[in-house]
Nanobody, 129 residues
Framework: QVQLVESGGGLVQAGESLRLSCAKS????????MGWFRQAPGVEREFVSA????????YYADSVKGRFTISRDNAKNTVYLQMNSLKPADTAVYFC??????????????????????WGQGTQVTVSS
């Protein structure tokens, strides 16, 4: 069984930065492509960013492109989401997730949340204006 634990959320002002972390435990030796999703109150969960298992390919939602950067350190079993120039519209619970193994690594696959097999519990990000 795989467990994902997010951390790094908090309350910041517009224009500030946060770095989220997602630590994976379990299934040692299996490296998953990973994604970040977010859900604001009253809104469906949406794709934010994803990264291939070796970090060679990354994907971003248009709303965060140029402001957010996804990265990973496989030696630490951790994926990061650096969020800069935060806006009140970025306020949401942020979830990390592991892509189901064996799927092709492309934008069509990695942006769909139903392709992710393991999910963290989420971390709250609140951006005040």
């Amino acid at each position: 069984q795989v467990q994902l634990v997010e951390s790094g959320g908090g309350l910041v002002q517009a224009g500030e930065s946060l770095r989220l972390s997602c630590a994976k435990s379990g299934r040692a030796g299996t490296v998953y492509a990973m994604g970040w999703f977010r859900q604001a109150p009253g809104v469906e969960r949406e794709f934010v960013s994803a990264i291939s298992w070796n970090g060679g390919d990354t994907y971003y939602a248009d709303s965060v492109k140029g402001r957010f950067t996804i990265s990973r350190d496989n030696a630490k079993n951790t994926v990061y989401l650096q969020m800069n120039s935060l806006k009140p519209a970025d306020t949401a619970v942020y979830f990390c997730a592991a892509l189901s193994p064996g799927l092709p690594l492309n934008s069509g696959t990695m942006t769909r949340q139903d392709n992710y097999v393991y999910w963290g519990q989420g971390t709250q990000v609140t951006v005040s204006s």
